[in-house]
């Protein structure tokens, strides 16, 4: 019973809660965003059970359709499905049973979010995919995890206003940077198993890159700032922002798999701080 307990423990990713943070920041964000600072308390409990349930579906539908990849790679090749521990049915009741839950939190949105959910469930159930045969599947990511952005504004303002658009854009470049230095650990292993990756396909340009992504997403918020007429507040933690950025760029050694995925987790903070530049721009 315990061995099984911690089987399905570890097939959602429990142990490693990064990836739940990384889609809940943007989404809180927007939800400070779209309802102008003032977001009510049933609906910020929503996108963070959303953000887990759906986080979880998406890991077990990723380790169901990449068991065969990931039997190969020294990473993954001890997971759950790849090991066989979990078999295949059970990880799709599992699938089934996360979706119910999420679709029950839909009952409290309105329609448009529940519209904008089921394209949620499209992109979920096609991004294991991308890296088969789309060259970076990391801009595929990069709109899966902005999803939560557009649910905001869809709840709060039935329509997608150009803040929308730019919070966007500032979360899909994010994604990007974050989600190519983590490819950067695993490009020896997708190179030999011929799957594709951002890290592959600008490799040797890997900073340039990075850079362009940060500039991007300090841009569009300073754009957002600006739209919004927000508080000075609101660009000082900018600052703070740019400082994170500019730490872990050059804190960090990316021939060093070790260090890129440390590179990785440490966007975390600077979700939060992005998020925190929302919370005193109402202030």
């Not at 939190?105 to 959910?117: H, K, M, Q, R, V």
């Amino acid at each position: 019973m315990f061995n099984a307990l911690k089987n399905y423990f570890l097939l959602l990713r429990m142990d490693k809660p990064i990836g739940v943070y990384l889609l809940l920041w943007p989404s809180l964000s927007a939800l400070w965003l779209a309802s102008s600072g003032v977001p009510d308390l049933d609906v910020i409990i929503i996108f963070c059970f959303g953000s887990l349930l759906l986080r979880s579906a998406g890991v077990v539908v990723n380790d169901i359709l990449d068991q065969e990849i990931d039997r190969k790679v020294l990473r993954t090749f001890n997971r759950p499905i790849a090991n066989r521990s979990i078999s295949n049915i059970e990880a799709w009741i599992l699938v089934i049973l996360l979706l119910i839950a999420a679709a029950f939190l839909l009952l409290f949105l309105n329609l448009l979010s529940f519209y904008l959910a089921l394209f949620c469930l499209v992109l979920i159930g096609t991004y294991p995919l991308m890296k088969r045969f789309f060259f970076a599947p990391q801009f595929y990511l990069g709109v899966c995890y902005s999803m939560g952005i557009f649910l905001a504004f869809a709840n709060y303002q039935n329509s997608f206003p150009l803040s929308c658009w730019l919070l966007f854009f500032t979360n899909f470049f994010w994604v990007l940077g974050y989600d190519t230095v983590y490819a950067i650990s695993d490009r020896k292993d997708d190179l030999a198993i011929k799957v594709k990756s951002s890290a592959i396909f600008f490799q040797g340009k890997e900073l340039v890159l990075l850079w362009a992504c940060y500039l991007l997403l300090i841009t569009f918020l300073f754009l957002i700032g600006i739209l919004n007429s927000f508080s000075l507040l609101y660009f000082l933690t900018l600052l703070l922002n740019i400082s994170l950025i500019i730490f872990f760029m050059f804190s960090t050694n990316f021939n060093k798999p070790s260090e890129c995925s440390l590179f990785f987790k440490r966007n975390n903070w600077l979700g939060f701080g992005i998020f925190l530049s929302f919370i005193v721009a109402y202030i």
